[in-house]
């Protein structure tokens, strides 16, 4: 790589940053008035406030890279611009094909830092983030809503109504079918821990029913053998947006398995994917902002210009998402089509300018 691709590469890098840092004050300032109304709700206080938005600031910063790095170019590219240096390195005899590889550079950089931050750092600071919260506002800490959560294997559909951090059931019921798709067993337990590969059920209650009627028995302690385990139970926890690659493909696995619908896991699996591809698709982007029709705009209105194109493909992104999912479009091309569409809108502006 020559001085001048480093120049430029460092130059749009920092350019890069620098908006990423003054967009995550801003959005962190907004979250942090709407975490105000909750202020006093059990033991969350300020301490408790800050500890969230700490944790929060990964998926901050996931979902702002690809918008910061469309900006960032623009700025960085802009600034070489306007001060003459492009021009500069132009006439020395660097080629459009040239910085684009240093604007390369950035967007590999980019796909990577964004591939970190989605799959190692994000998981566990989003789970940490939601257990400050509920522990402080609730005293309690794990999913729970007024619906629970059901999980299906074979012939028994399971109603979970809270999972413990530490992997624990509360409040279980476990129905079993027969093979014309009869109620027969109704169980019931208080709660349900996981040891050697099998959950050990507490304070059980079990209706048989038959063609005699109902049977009704007790048990203190039962064994119930499922493919549900702990690890399983933590992805229900978590939003399929915040999950690792490796675990939902571990959970789709298990929904398909179960018969059970998959969609929402696989949208999010393949956003996943899309996601450091639209960062190096942003930065670009950025290139005909320089060079082409909007070359001789001033910086300022270039800067505008790229934050209403980060922001359109930000809300594009999210409603092709959503309608992608209503109209059961197949979700590898809900997640491809709109990084697809701007990628096709730069190539056919780089072309105009080569």
């Given at each position: 790589m020559t001085l001048l691709n480093r120049y430029i590469a460092k130059t749009v890098l920092s350019s890069t940053l620098l908006v990423l840092f003054v967009l995550i004050g801003l959005y962190t300032f907004m979250d942090f008035i709407n975490e105000l109304d909750d202020l006093g709700k059990g033991s969350y206080g300020l301490t408790e406030i800050f500890s969230y938005l700490a944790f929060s600031m990964p998926k901050m910063i996931y979902d702002l890279l690809?918008?910061?790095?469309?900006?960032?170019?623009?700025?960085?590219?802009?600034?070489?611009?306007?001060?003459?240096e492009l021009v500069a390195m132009r006439a020395a005899g660097l080629s459009v094909q040239q910085i684009n590889k240093a604007v390369a550079i950035v967007a590999l950089c980019l796909m990577l830092v964004t591939l970190f931050i989605g799959e190692v750092v994000r998981p566990s600071a989003e789970r940490k983030a939601e257990t400050i919260q509920s522990q402080a506002k609730t005293g309690t800490v794990g999913m729970q809503s007024n619906f629970g959560f059901w999980t299906r294997n074979g012939l028994h559909f399971n109603h979970i109504k809270r999972i413990l951090p530490d992997g624990r059931f509360e409040g279980i019921s476990i129905y079993e079918f027969d093979a014309e798709n009869r109620l027969r067993i109704i169980t019931k337990a208080k709660e349900a821990s996981y040891q050697d590969e099998s959950w050990s059920?507490?304070?059980v209650v079990q209706s048989t029913i038959d063609e005699q009627g109902v049977q009704v028995r007790t048990i203190e302690h039962a064994r119930w053998r499922?493919?549900?385990?702990?690890?399983?139970?933590?992805?229900?926890i978590m939003k399929p947006e915040y999950l690792p690659v490796w675990n939902l493909v571990q959970y789709i696995s298990y929904l398909k398995e179960n018969k059970q619908s998959v969609e929402r896991y696989q949208m999010a699996f393949w956003m996943k994917i899309m996601m450091p591809i639209?960062?190096?698709?942003?930065?670009?982007l950025a290139v005909p902002f320089v060079f082409g029709p909007l070359r001789s705009t001033p910086i300022g209105g270039r800067i505008l210009v790229g934050a209403l194109v980060g922001i359109g493909f930000y809300l594009f992104n999210q409603s092709f998402q959503n309608i992608g999912l209503v109209f059961g479009?197949?979700?590898?091309?809900?997640?491809?089509?709109?990084?697809a569409i701007f990628a096709a809108v730069a190539w056919y502006f780089m072309r105009k300018i080569y």
């Open positions: 690809p918008i910061a790095a469309l900006l960032g170019s623009v700025l960085g590219l802009g600034t070489l611009a306007s001060q003459g059920l507490t304070d499922s493919p549900l385990n702990p690890g399983i139970a933590n992805i229900v639209s960062a190096a698709v942003m930065v670009f479009v197949f979700p590898w091309l809900t997640a491809m089509f709109p990084t």
